[in-house]
């Protein structure tokens, strides 16, 4: 059964790596949602202070490093191609190369772990799309499921806010506010799917593994008109609340909902998140996103060979169960 799949895809958001692509990846990334230039400039600025560089990329190419010496060592056999949806190495440009070199039929890991048409959907319309440009010579494409409450995600993330809780003292340690963040979505497009309710199970689990009785979930980096309503509550606006409460504590923060480092982190986070607490006498440390992880690489190559040959165990912590491998048509609509 082994032959069954040629190549393991990984599947990105992407991001800039100099500082003469930010500006045309920002532009890849608004494409068609009428944003004004000004903004697209003022996060171009964001950039500037980390030399234009994101950080998901060197993260991945570690993590692809990783993931190829694990399926070298435990199988299965599958080459590893990384693509992009909105910057190089570009989805369709990878999904060429495969189909150059034969690949009939390859499995997806997408990084995002959750389900919801922004982290799932959209990165099957477009794998689909990039398939349908090349035409009959593309490779099948089948993605692998959400892995939100896979036990080597969940350890994976309880492992980096571990990390982030030993840089306080035991005393603040332990009232410190243990605080997820997940990004934010239009509440319409949250409704449609089970985000929040992934969210909510996976942050449970990774408490429960920390022996955390308490925990919070608060949203970040939303985007749109302020008209629109977007998840809540806001990670700022809470730790305002909490101040104005007189209940602000130290805060761990762990960024449940990015797989990668990126911008939304090292800025949203460690720039205005930490000026805001720096201002209101608050500590607040950040845990790293889960990236290469030794545990999610493991999960990876498991999610593949459960695919491969069913009669693998289909790992999965909680209530919930695994994730399908197949969306049913109406899964995680736009809206």
């Known amino acids: 059964m082994t032959d069954s799949y040629d190549a393991l895809l990984v599947v990105s958001f992407g991001g800039p790596e100099r500082p003469e692509d930010v500006v045309p990846f920002l532009e890849n990334v608004t494409r068609g949602k009428n944003v004004p230039r ?29 993931l190829v010496g694990q399926l ?33 039929r390859a499995l997806a890991f997408v990084t995002s772990p959750f389900g919801s ?22 490779p099948e494409v089948h993605k692998l499921r959400l892995f939100y409450n896979h036990p080597l995600f969940i350890e994976a993330v309880a492992d ?10 035991k005393p603040e340690r332990d009232a410190a506010r243990l605080v997820f963040t997940a990004h934010s979505l239009p509440v319409a497009m949250a409704r449609a799917s089970a985000y929040e309710a ?3 199970e996976a942050c449970r689990l990774v408490a429960e593994r920390l022996g955390r009785g308490k925990w919070h979930l608060c949203y970040q980096s939303r985007s749109g008109p302020p008209s629109q309503p977007w998840l809540g509550p806001e990670l700022g606006q809470q730790i305002v609340a909490w101040h104005q409460g007189g209940e602000l504590q130290s805060l761990v923060l762990a960024p449940i909902g990015f797989l990668l480092e990126n911008m939304e982190l090292v800025y949203d986070l460690d ?41 693998r165990p289909r790992l ?3 209530t919930h169960g695994p994730s399908h491998d197949v969306c049913p048509e109406n899964c995680c609509p736009r809206d």
Not at 74 to 103: C, E, F, K, Q, S
Not at 278 to 305: C, F, Q, S, W, Y
Request: hydrophobic content about 45%; glycine content about 10%; some cysteine.
């Open 38 to 66: 000004e903004r697209i400039l003022e996060v171009a600025d964001h950039y500037a202070l980390f030399d234009g560089v994101s950080p998901s990329g060197a993260q991945l190419r570690a993590l692809l490093t990783s």
């Open 72 to 104: 070298n060592a435990h199988g299965p056999d599958l080459t590893v191609y990384w693509g992009n949806r909105h910057w190089h190495p570009l989805l369709i440009d990878t999904l060429r190369d495969m189909a150059d070199d034969g690949v009939r």
């Open 117 to 138: 048409y922004a982290g799932c959907r959209q990165y099957l319309e477009a794998i689909e799309q990039a398939r349908s440009e090349i035409g009959p010579n593309a």
């Open 160 to 169: 980096r806010a571990a990390e982030a809780l030993a840089r306080l003292a």
């Open 198 to 200: 992934q969210l909510a």
């Open 271 to 311: 720039v205005e998140i930490g000026a805001l607490c720096k201002r209101l006498g608050a500590t607040m440390v950040r845990a790293g996103a889960v990236g290469n992880h030794p545990g999610l690489v493991e999960m990876i190559r498991l999610l593949a060979d459960e695919r491969i040959d069913p009669t």
């Open 316 to 318: 999965a912590l909680g």
